[in-house]
């Protein structure tokens, strides 16, 4: 049995999210109907990073195991029958032992704003016009390197074992249209970057200080935290393995 990986890219807004779900238009639903159609048979994908409805994805991964063996023909097949807001990038065969999910050791994020209306960037990035203070929000950004329990930053409900996770990067950054906000962790919980970002937008606008935004993390409930920013904004930039861990 081969096991082969699945680097996929896709703008999120017409998805319900990343894995399939009963009754709705998911990323995983929609390559899993492409695979049939090509290959003529069923396929069940498991997914890297799950990313919530509406969010984009410049790289992320499933993985699959079947008999047969693929080349990268298949990406120009299967690409021909998917929608154009979902691409397939390439197919990598992998050890059997490979996993897409537990084998990753960070995700890297970036939520986009922009602060002057363009509608080029409507359904891409968050439209804020207002005045932000990009110190305290840099500030911000770093004490959250502090921190490892981000139970304030996670929607309710949701069914993980543990809350915590390593910040290794975590900073605002000018853009041409606005600013972003850049993470890199080991691991995310549901909602997390948007709730990191909108209650970093609350510091930048003076409704909370430093030390309210310490205690904000401390807390650990998510009713202290600010959810408020759109998931349009937010795309996942990449899965990273470790090195050498992708054959040549």
Not at 71 to 88: G, T
Not at 96 to 110: C, G, L, Q
Not at 171 to 183: L, P
Not at 192 to 218: C, H, P, Q, Y
Request: proline residues 3%; contains cysteine.
């Amino acid at each position: 049995m081969n096991r082969y990986f699945i680097e996929v890219s896709y703008r999120g807004t017409a998805y319900s999210g990343f894995q399939v779900q009963d009754n709705s238009h998911t990323v995983q639903a929609e390559l899993q109907k492409a695979m049939e159609l090509v290959f003529r048979k069923p396929f069940m994908l498991t997914g890297s990073s799950r990313t919530d409805a509406g969010v984009h994805a410049v790289q992320n991964y499933f993985h699959f195991d079947d008999e047969n063996e693929f080349s990268q023909k298949q990406v120009y097949n299967l690409n021909a029958v998917l929608p154009n807001d979902l691409a397939v990038n390439r197919l990598i065969k992998m050890n059997s032992s490979s996993h897409s999910r537990f084998d990753a050791i960070s995700r890297e994020y970036r939520y986009h704003i922009y602060t002057r209306k363009d509608p080029f960037l409507h359904d891409r990035a968050y439209f804020f016009p207002y005045t932000t203070d990009m110190d305290a929000m840099q500030a911000a950004a770093g004490i959250l390197q502090e921190y490892t329990d981000f139970t304030s930053f996670s929607k309710r409900n949701t069914q993980v074992k543990t809350f915590i996770c390593r910040l290794y990067e975590s900073r605002w950054e000018q853009s041409s249209a606005g600013y972003s906000y850049y993470v890199k962790g080991n691991r995310f919980l549901r909602g997390m970057v948007r709730a990191l970002t909108a209650t970093m937008l609350k510091v930048g606008r003076g409704n909370i200080d430093l030390l309210e935004f310490r205690s904000i993390i401390e807390g650990r409930d998510c009713t202290l935290a600010h959810f408020a920013v759109p998931a349009h904004g937010l795309f996942l930039e990449r899965v990273n393995y470790p090195d050498g861990y992708f054959p040549e």
